[in-house]
């Protein structure tokens, strides 16, 4: 991690995922289901915690904006596109609401944690170019 890449992950308020981001916890995650299903996961999931409020959703365009109220909070956009058939993409946007413009990373750090509730729900599929994994 050079030092802008430092610099961005704790001075900053935003962050989110895409298909080469730099931090690989922040690339975008495939998993084996439809893009109803996942989506259903994602809306089910949001549901269950206490500490955020679902205030909308797409499932036209794959997205569910969340509100974050409890502890830190937080904006997060959920976003969910079938590639190919049992091959769907699931992003994620972060932003923090605080004081200060920054928030010492828990942004970056919310986005694989969502991932990780996301693995145990749903087949992951490992991308070969990132650590040698068979699709």
Same mark, same amino acid.
């Given at each position: ?19 080469? #981001?730099?931090?690989? %916890? ?34 036209? #365009? ?13 904006? &997060? ?16 946007? &972060? ?36 650590? %040698?994994?068979? &699709?």
């Amino acid at each position: 991690m050079n030092f802008r890449q430092f610099f961005s992950k704790f001075f900053n308020n935003h962050s989110e995922t895409s298909e080469n #981001h730099w931090d690989q %916890n922040l690339q975008t995650h495939y998993f084996k289901t439809t893009k109803d299903k996942g989506f259903q996961v994602i809306e089910d999931y949001f549901n269950k915690s206490s500490n955020c409020e679902i205030v909308a959703l797409s499932k036209e #365009h794959g997205e569910i904006s969340v509100n974050f109220s409890k502890g830190r909070k937080a904006f &997060v956009v959920a976003t969910v596109i079938m590639v190919r058939p049992y091959r769907t993409a699931v992003d994620f946007s &972060v932003t923090t609401e605080s004081v200060i413009p920054f928030d010492l990373g828990y942004s970056h750090n919310l986005i694989p944690k969502l991932y990780d509730e996301l693995k145990k729900e749903l087949t992951y599929i490992e991308d070969p170019k990132r650590n %040698n994994a068979q &699709v």
